[in-house]
Structure formats: C-alpha cells, structure tokens
C-alpha cells in the first residue's frame, strides 16, 4: 500500500471514529478499535483514570447522563505520522443542566491494522470541571467509573 492511501485511510478511520462518536452508533465505535485499545483524558490532574475498549464503549453509551447533545465539529489543524494523526478540534454541545458546552481538545489518534488503537485526549481542564460538575456531579461519576474492572 503505498503511503498516500494509507494515509488517506488513517483519515477515513479517524473521521468515522469520529462521526461514530457523535452518533453514538456503538457497534461502528467497536468494530473501529482494537481489542487492545485504550482510551487517556489528560492532562492527569484531573484524576480521569485510563479506559480499555469495554470501558470507553459503555462510557460513550452513557454520555447522556453529561450531554443532552455533543459534536465534534471540522478539525481545526490536522498532523499525521505513519501511524498517528494529531487532531486539534472543538466539540459543542448542550449539558444536562442547559449550559451550553464548547470544548477545545487536541486528539492524539494511535492505529494498528487500519484501526485505532488508541486515542488520547487533551482538553480545557477548566472546562472539565464544569463538565464533572453537569447533573448533580454525574459527569465526574461517569468519567471515573472502571465499570467493574
């Protein structure tokens, strides 16, 4: 395969990883991933532990319990290695509470075998906390929870 389609395919993954994730559509979500995935939401001071491939996937199920709606726009800046893309987007939406929710991340996307493998978020830790705060504190409950393991 040469570079430039596989490159182009990197960013096919990505973007239907992302519109996935804005629908919810968790049977796309998991046949994108890896079984080895794993999921980071930095930076780590705020506490947000880790998440494998079972753990993220219930986690998106439940967003409802943060967002009455979220999506992630068109990236804002885009840099791609091999087998990484460095993304660098917004995501708008609505909180549980009705605040209005307009978040800055830059998105760090590993793949292996066409899929991603893993997916590292930075985020506005200012914000997160207004995030953890949404439904009586339903949002640190959900980003905390290790869903038994």
Partial sequence: MSGSTESENLML???AFIDAH???NMDRLSELMTDDFVWRLLPESLGVPAKNKRQFLLQIAE???IFTS???QTPIE???ASDAIVVHIMGEG???NGKPYLGEYVKIFRFK???VRSITDFTDSELMRSVFEAAD???YKLLNQTYGE
């Fill in 13 to 15: 993954v990505m973007q």
């Fill in 22 to 24: 804005t629908t919810r």
């Fill in 63 to 65: 967003l409802s319990r």
């Fill in 70 to 72: 979220i999506k992630l």
């Fill in 78 to 80: 885009v840099i791609q």
């Fill in 94 to 96: 609505t909180l549980a």
């Fill in 113 to 115: 075998g066409g899929r």
């Fill in 137 to 139: 504190g339903e949002g």
